[in-house]
Structures are given as structure tokens and as C-alpha cells.
């Protein structure tokens, strides 16, 4: 009996041992909906503020004044459509989305191809010239030639393209324009066109608005002055006024 009694004792102690040896775990129900709506409610989530891009020129209502952006002259051979073709394909795809006449596509069916010519080249901002050894040939584009130096004589609304021409049969009324070589690098000229047209509306959109700014500052300057000689005293009105009071 006292031998039963003494085991019943060490395996009390033992438990109670096991017991205080077994860390304490408590586990704290997480609802993550509540976190989640906790976190961006104390820390709303802000993005970086970008900067509003100033208006492109494309989008200028100086561009739109005119018709086309730019005029493709060529000849009548099918290398140099095929040409003209691929060129005004690329300036009139996105994201460059010019404007372009090319005369077999968008001349008036019924209407004469001389009268047509001469008011697309009114109605666009610059005109290229596919020079290549069939248009030195074609009396046609020569005068299409002249037309466009005729609208714009010394300006910086002409680009001539050479292709396949070597520079001893560039035309002397072109000799002070400089040209765009399309026969090493047919894609890098194409850019430099895109930019070409691009650069010149943009000085377009510049001029305009330096020309506001001077209409307002002399405006605003002719008030001024205006306002100053209301202010200024008449002097014979007072000589008048004091010679009638010693009368």
C-alpha cells in the first residue's frame, strides 16, 4: 500500500514537470480583410504626380490651316512610285500620322492634274521632291518643280530627296537646298523627313506664339501711354483759366 501510494506521487510529479515544460502558445485570430483595409485606410497609397505633356504640334491649330503636312512630288516611273508609295506608307503610319498628297492617290477624279497640283501645293506645310534620274527627264517635273520653288522661294517648306543620283546632276536651281540622300539608308532618310516636318511645325507653333506675346506687350504699352497723357495737365487750358480770372 505505501509502495502503491509513492508511485502514484513520482507520477503526479512527473506530469506537473511535463506540464510547466510545455511553452505557452497562444495563437491571435488575423483577419486579413480587416489588415488590409486598416493599412490603406492609415496609409492611402498615392502615385508619383507625372507631368502634363505640352501640346504636340500635331495637334496645333496652326497645322490644320493647311490641308496635307507634306506634298510628294514624283515621276512617272514605277521604281519612283513605288517609292513615293513606301515613303508616304511610313509617314502616314502610327505614331507619325502625317498628312500627305500623293498625286495618283488623291488627285479629283475629272479635274485637271495642272490645277489640281498647284492648290495641293497651296494647301500643304512642305513639299519633297523624289529627284532620281527619270524626274530630270520629265518636263512634268520640272514644272512641278518650279511650282513648289515658285510657292516658297528660299524657304524652308522645300526638301529634296535624291536617290540613285549622283551629286553632279543635282539640279542648279536646287543648289541651295540641302538634300536628303535616300539610296545609302532608305530607313534613316525616312526619319529625317518625319523629323523634318515635325521640326518645322513645331517652329510654326513657336513663331505664333512669340508673335502673341509681342502683340500683347505693345498693346499693353499703348494703354500705358494713353493713360499717361490723360494725366498730363494742359497747360493752355490753365494759361486760359488764369488769363480770364485777371480779367
Known sequence: MHGWFQKLLKSSASSSSQHEQKPKVTSVPTSPSFTSSSSSSSSPKTGPS?????????????????????????????????????????????????????????????????????????ESHLQALLITPNFLQEDWCKYMMHQALAEGPMSNRLIPLIQNLPHSQYPQELKFYIYINLSTNTDRGYSLINRTVLKYLEDLVKNEKAHDCSVDSSSKGGEGSSREDELVPNNDSNSAGSDAQER
Do not use: M, N
Open 50 to 122: 507625372r507631368p502634363q505633356k505640352p501640346p504636340s504640334a500635331l495637334s496645333s491649330q496652326l497645322r490644320w490651316r493647311r490641308k496635307y503636312d507634306l506634298l510628294v512630288c514624283h515621276s512617272h516611273a514605277d521604281s519612283d512610285i513605288e517609292e513615293a508609295k513606301r515613303l508616304v506608307s511610313f509617314l502616314e503610319a502610327s505614331p507619325r500620322c502625317l498628312r500627305c498628297f500623293l498625286w495618283q492617290r488623291d488627285v479629283a477624279v475629272g479635274g485637271a492634274v495642272f490645277t489640281e497640283f498647284c492648290q495641293a501645293v497651296q
